[in-house]
């Protein structure tokens, strides 16, 4: 198989870092000074036995990696999990029968010779993220049995020869991860050479850039090559001689093309994210095993060219270029339009013709279970494209430039469970008059975002299994539509009446206007979506009664909902209710009576929720509720404050919550104290407010008119008898 070829691949590869060979961490070949040791035990004599140590390792060029752990490891049978515990070197002290050891994410930099001596019966050892530059050459002597070895993200690329023969004495290894070590195509060439015994190898995220035939030579029992997230741009012939090889990944590279792919034992083969504008098969009537194929996000122009036979269930294109050129929008026909493919390998060139549509015919997708083609160009399909497979269960053509798709009796698709043709410019979605079995099996039907306005008439009557769909965002009303004055027909519009087997439907900005009838009638809608539509709530909810005993989750974001228009206490199965970005400005008493799961106020105009309503039976239900983005009274939040000791209740937005006092948008959860007096104030009983006011002033009044009284008194008690007082002649 050549893979990327280009003119000039005779040149010599550039690594981007160059091995420092010889370099020998954590040992000089030398033993410390003996005068520098003297020194030091006569000032810590404590320590003497510890210099004794570390000279004897350091000497022996073991670098202290046999010392005993300064960190606990958990033991668990047979395994020693050392995860995360800053060590620089293997602990010593573990249990000889150890099988796994994990030592990830610690500061080990060098493996010794004497680093797994105790650890004879070692099958699996993982050293992922450690600073590891160095495996000296005897380490593995004792663990011959290893069959699982992780050095990840490591530094192996510094003495890569002296790990490789380290590596080399290792006859039962199945598992090498060297993912993320800097490694070149070279010095992976060198680790792997004596690994025939491999069935599982990566080599991810390295500084790999062009392989060919003598990178992989000696693998010959290898099933699974990771290579993905390399600077990859070139394979020539690297694959050949990996003949049990299955399962190939090499995405995230920067591959041009793939041409002449022949590796006909491959079961997975995955090339995503690479820059591939051509795949081309080789042409033969060999069997191939190939069953995934993962091509998307690349630079695709065709549809790929495959294999005649072969066993392909699974073909993902999603996110590349793809069109098809039998005819162009402007009419013009290239049926017998040929592509050239100009394929140079050294000093060879050979030249390909290929019909852009001809070649597809031949490949055989009987198999073939899973198609996505969505984020292309397609704006048709070929006719017989579809018909060549039988088995399809899911079909993704969403995001692409489709104008019509055609629905017949007795289609291909009548395996089809899912099909996703949303974000086209469908005006049309064709059916034969009186087909009665269109799509049988079909579950998940997705139309959103495309330019309908009907669709065939009964398109669900006969689809037994239909359990969701989606016809957001498209002008599209739902039958029965009221009669217009002067027009013997009523407009188009979508009837679902009758479909017992729907529970999901989504009708958001859809432009719906005050439905009436019963469009939800013979249904057992679960699941509703009526977001966006301005005027679907102009009346009442009548409407909707059809669905009162089933609905669980039914979204209103959005209706321009007001305070006084839905009556929601007929809806006992509701659980889920979005309510969010509407003009309510009183709380909905009907909903005290639900027992909602969730609930989503947001965006709306309520200045308050009901001072009880932790104490309906909605807020003991209630496990999810959100706030935000209302103009809450700050002097009127005991019921936040209630809201707060409800237990089991979330509130994920709380942190946005605002509430208004004077202009000021403040947090409930810290108000100052002084607006809080000032709330108090205001929030008084007006009553013992006014008794409070004017007690003060008739008391002041009443003493005021005694004083005054008492001070005049015998004035006037003398001006009474003056005047009264005379007895007046007979």
């Not at 005993?68 to 050392?82: H, I, N, R, Y």
């Not at 469908?426 to 799509?439: K, S």
């Amino acid at each position: 198989m050549g893979i990327g070829a280009v003119q000039g691949s005779g040149t010599q590869p550039v690594a981007f870092l160059q091995p420092h060979k010889g370099r020998w961490h954590g040992s000089t070949g030398k033993n410390p000074p003996r005068s520098v040791a003297t020194e030091m035990e006569a000032l810590l004599p404590r320590l003497s036995l510890l210099l004794l140590l570390l000279a004897v390792g350091w000497g022996s060029g073991a670098a202290a990696a046999w010392a005993t752990s300064s960190g606990s490891c958990e033991l668990v049978q047979s395994t020693a999990d050392c995860t995360g515990r800053w060590l620089s070197s293997v602990p010593g002290n573990l249990r000889g029968d150890t099988e796994e050891l994990l030592l990830d994410d610690n500061a080990i930099q060098v493996l010794g010779n004497a680093s797994l001596l105790s650890y004879h019966q070692l099958r699996c050892l993982s050293l992922t993220k450690n600073r590891m530059e160095l495996i000296e050459p005897g380490t593995f002597l004792s663990s011959q049995g290893l069959h699982v070895l992780s050095l990840a993200e490591n530094l192996l690329f510094t003495n890569y020869s002296l790990t490789a023969a380290a590596l080399s004495a290792l006859p039962a290894l199945r598992m090498l991860d060297l993912a993320g070590n800097r490694l070149t195509e070279d010095m992976v060439s060198v680790l792997v050479w004596n690994l025939s015994s491999l069935e599982s190898l990566s080599v991810a995220r390295n500084i790999i850039m062009r392989l060919d035939s003598s990178v992989f030579t000696n693998l010959t029992q290898l099933l699974e090559l990771n290579l993905e997230k390399n600077y990859i741009f070139e394979i020539d012939q690297a694959f050949e001689g990996l003949q049990r090889l299955q399962r190939l990944n090499v995405a995230y590279n920067y591959l041009p093309c793939v041409v002449e792919f022949g590796l006909t034992q491959l079961r997975v083969l995955n090339v995503s994210n690479n820059v591939i504008e051509w795949f081309l098969a080789l042409e033969s009537d060999d069997l191939f095993e190939l069953e995934v194929l993962d091509l998307s996000h690349n630079r695709l122009l065709f549809f790929p060219v495959l294999p005649r036979q072969s066993k392909l269930h699974s073909l993902l294109l999603k996110d590349n270029e793809i069109s098809f050129y039998q005819r162009l929008p402007n009419g013009t026909s290239l049926v017998d339009i040929t592509v050239q493919f100009l394929l140079i390998d050294g000093n060879s060139t050979n030249i390909t013709t290929v019909s852009l549509w001809d070649e597809i015919c031949h490949s055989n997708f009987s198999s073939l279970r899973l198609l996505d083609m969505s984020q292309n160009q397609v704006w048709y399909l070929p006719e017989g494209f579809l018909s060549q497979m039988p088995s399809l269960t899911h079909l993704k053509l969403n995001q692409n430039c489709l104008e019509t798709f055609h629905l017949s009796e007795g289609d291909p698709l009548a395996m089809l469970t899912e099909l996703d043709l949303s974000q086209n410019q469908l005006v049309e979605l064709g059916a034969e008059a009186g087909a009665r079995d269109v799509l049988p099996n079909l579950q998940l039907f997705n139309l959103s975002t495309n330019r309908l306005r009907a669709l065939p008439p009964g398109v669900f009557t006969y689809t037994r299994k239909i359990t969701t769909v989606d016809l957001s965002r498209n002008q599209v009303d739902l039958c029965p539509q009221p009669a217009v004055a002067g027009k013997a027909e009523s407009p188009p519009c979508v009837d679902i009446r009758g479909v017992e087997t729907l529970t999901h439907l989504s009708l958001a900005g859809c432009g719906l206007r005050g439905l009436g009838g019963h469009p939800f009638q013979g249904t057992s809608l679960m699941h509703l979506d009526l977001s966006d539509n301005h005027q679907a709530l102009s009346g009442d909810l009548g409407w909707l009664q059809d669905l009162a005993l089933t609905l669980q989750v039914l979204s209103l974001r959005n209706t321009s909902l007001s305070s006084t228009t839905v009556d929601f206490s007929a809806f006992n199965s509701l659980m889920h209710l979005d309510l969010s970005g509407n003009s309510l400005t009183v709380f909905p008493t009907s909903l005290g009576i639900l027992k909602l799961r969730s609930l989503d106020l947001r965006d709306n105009c309520l200045t308050a929720l009901p001072p009880d309503v932790a104490r309906t039976p909605l807020g003991k239900s209630l496990r999810e509720v959100y706030l935000s983005r209302n103009p809450y009274n700050c002097c009127t939040l005991g019921w936040w404050d209630a809201l707060q000791w409800v237990e089991g209740l979330h509130v994920p937005d709380g942190q946005e919550v605002t509430c208004s006092y004077a202009s000021h948008m403040l947090s409930p959860r810290a108000l100052p104290e002084p607006i809080l007096r000032s709330c108090r104030w205001l929030t008084a009983d007006l009553a013992l407010l006014y008794l409070v006011l004017v007690l003060p002033t008739c008391l002041t009044l009443l003493v005021a008119f005694a004083v005054v009284f008492l001070m005049l008194k015998q004035k006037l008690l003398k001006m009474v008898k003056s005047r009264c007082g005379v007895s007046s002649p007979y």
